[in-house]
């Protein structure tokens, strides 16, 4: 058995100084082989730079993966499309879009195959999530398959869910920023939360400072967005796997103060 680690969106610097202060301890504490983080907002001001990929990196992240933001700073394009490690939604047109949407980590005596896809529910009308996963898992060899799906409508990530049940080992929604209660193996086979969480200031509205977002419900005008300041919390689940089948036996949820 082999266990993986989740982390929900890092938020900021906040989230990623936080993430570099507990994510080893975790992953000695649980005894972890692998570590997924979601990076689409870690760098400040939103998405992603290479600073900030390369402080999940050097904080313990084994792949990265990203979300609607992840071509709002136009410094990370290159890296995408050098990077083994950090990847996009795959469901992005091709030809057109930097990086890719999957990538596969040797781990010595098995592999594990990372998948992005994007919702487009409320979200950009991408390539159906669901016929671009069906053409990905034509080319995996491994039965080790995680996906994390980036969307915004909770029914959207339950139907993809149900749909991999028994074809990949994780489905872990991402964006919402706010972790769910409803972890479980699917199908004895798929460990599924509709989202993982966030990691950053918890006392603000999905890391962004309060105030500006009240006034922007209240007023409807454009605003600037910042970053809250206060105490942090990681957000992600823990998933254990059978790396011989690629079926999870369990899902833990868990938040770090």
Same mark, same amino acid.
């Given at each position: 058995?082999?266990?993986?680690?989740?982390?929900?969106?890092?938020?900021?610097?906040?989230?990623?100084?936080?993430?570099?202060?507990?994510?080893?301890?975790?992953?000695?504490?649980?005894?972890?082989?692998?570590?997924?983080?979601?990076?689409?907002?870690?760098?400040?001001?939103?998405?992603?730079?290479?600073?900030?990929?390369?402080? &999940?990196?050097?904080?313990?992240?084994? +792949?990265?993966? $990203?979300?609607? /933001? !992840?071509?709002?700073?136009? %410094?990370?394009?290159?890296?995408?499309?050098?990077?083994?490690?950090?990847?996009?939604?795959?469901?992005?047109?091709?030809?057109?879009?930097?990086?890719?949407?999957?990538?596969?980590?040797?781990?010595?005596?098995?592999?594990?195959?990372?998948?992005?896809?994007?919702?487009?529910?409320?979200?950009?009308?991408?390539?159906?999530?669901?016929?671009?996963?069906?053409?990905?898992?034509?080319?995996?060899?491994?039965?080790?398959?995680?996906?994390?799906?980036?969307?915004?409508?909770?029914?959207?990530?339950?139907?993809?869910?149900?749909? &991999?049940?028994?074809?990949?080992?994780? +489905?872990?929604? $991402?964006?919402? /920023? !706010?972790?769910?209660?409803? %972890?479980?193996?699917?199908?004895?086979?798929?460990?599924?939360?509709?989202?993982?969480?966030?990691?950053?200031?918890?006392?603000?509205?999905?890391?962004?400072?309060?105030?500006?977002?009240?006034?922007?419900?209240?007023?409807?005008?454009?605003?600037?967005?910042?970053?809250?300041?206060?105490?942090?919390?990681?957000?992600?689940?823990?998933?254990?796997?059978?790396?011989?089948?690629?079926?999870?036996?369990?899902?833990?949820?868990?938040?770090?103060?």
């Amino acid at each position: 058995m082999k266990k993986l680690l989740f982390i929900g969106d890092v938020v900021g610097q906040a989230g990623c100084d936080f993430l570099h202060t507990k994510l080893r301890s975790i992953k000695q504490n649980y005894k972890i082989d692998i570590t997924i983080v979601n990076g689409e907002n870690s760098a400040q001001g939103n998405g992603i730079t290479p600073n900030s990929a390369d402080m &999940l990196i050097n904080a313990g992240a084994d +792949v990265i993966t $990203t979300g609607n /933001h !992840v071509f709002r700073r136009k %410094e990370i394009y290159p890296v995408l499309d050098t990077s083994d490690c950090i990847i996009r939604p795959a469901n992005y047109p091709e030809g057109g879009a930097y990086g890719k949407g999957i990538c596969t980590v040797d781990m010595g005596s098995y592999s594990v195959a990372v998948v992005n896809l994007m919702g487009t529910a409320y979200m950009e009308p991408l390539d159906n999530p669901f016929s671009k996963i069906d053409d990905i898992l034509k080319d995996i060899s491994t039965p080790n398959i995680f996906v994390d799906f980036h969307a915004e409508a909770t029914s959207e990530k339950k139907a993809m869910g149900h749909y &991999l049940t028994g074809k990949v080992t994780g +489905v872990f929604g $991402t964006h919402t /920023h !706010v972790q769910t209660a409803d %972890e479980a193996v699917l199908g004895g086979h798929t460990a599924y939360i509709t989202d993982a969480g966030m990691t950053g200031v918890e006392n603000s509205c999905l890391g962004v400072e309060s105030g500006i977002i009240i006034d922007k419900f209240r007023f409807h005008m454009p605003a600037k967005f910042a970053e809250s300041e206060g105490s942090c919390s990681l957000n992600g689940v823990i998933v254990e796997f059978d790396e011989k089948s690629g079926k999870a036996v369990s899902i833990e949820r868990i938040i770090i103060r």
